[in-house]
């Protein structure tokens, strides 16, 4: 009995992991999946144009250098702190998938995507050159 607890306590922490590490970067425009670092410019013409623009600031950090991993493969690589931070502009952009897709909130920092998060049901947009047409003031 103690050794099915066990199992079952195991499976339910690997899952759980599993399920925290998915929901960072999860989303498909196109063809393609959006991946961290990518440009702003890249996806906005990879997922459209983004309802909703904020420019939220600057964040601090730091500077990583990559550097030959060792003098014998010149192939791998490694992060190494540069010495310094850097100052990076924040904005967040809101996409509007429409009424049956979920909407997002894609973050960037220094225009390197940083993160996204779901933000509820999308929206139908509405016709605006409809609406201007009916509330036009006839003489």
């Not at 144009?49 to 060792?70: C, D, F, H, M, T």
């Not at 979920?102 to 509405?126: C, D, H, N, Q, W």
Request: charged share 20%.
């Amino acid at each position: 009995m103690t050794r099915i607890v066990k199992n079952a306590a195991a499976i339910a922490i690997i899952a759980s992991t599993l399920l925290a590490s998915a929901d960072a970067l999860a989303l498909r425009c196109g063809s393609r999946l959006l991946k961290e670092g990518m440009y702003e410019t890249e996806v906005i013409v990879l997922c459209g144009q983004p309802v909703v623009v904020r420019e939220l600031g600057y964040v601090l950090r730091p500077y990583i250098v990559k550097v030959p991993a060792s003098d014998m493969n010149s192939l791998a690589t490694r992060r190494v702190y540069g010495g310094f931070h850097q100052e990076l502009a924040v904005r967040e952009l809101l996409f509007n998938f429409g009424p049956h897709k979920l909407m997002r909130v894609i973050r960037f920092e220094g225009g390197r995507l940083a993160s996204i998060v779901t933000a509820g049901y999308g929206y139908r947009k509405k016709n605006r050159s409809l609406a201007t047409k009916s509330h036009q003031y006839q003489p």
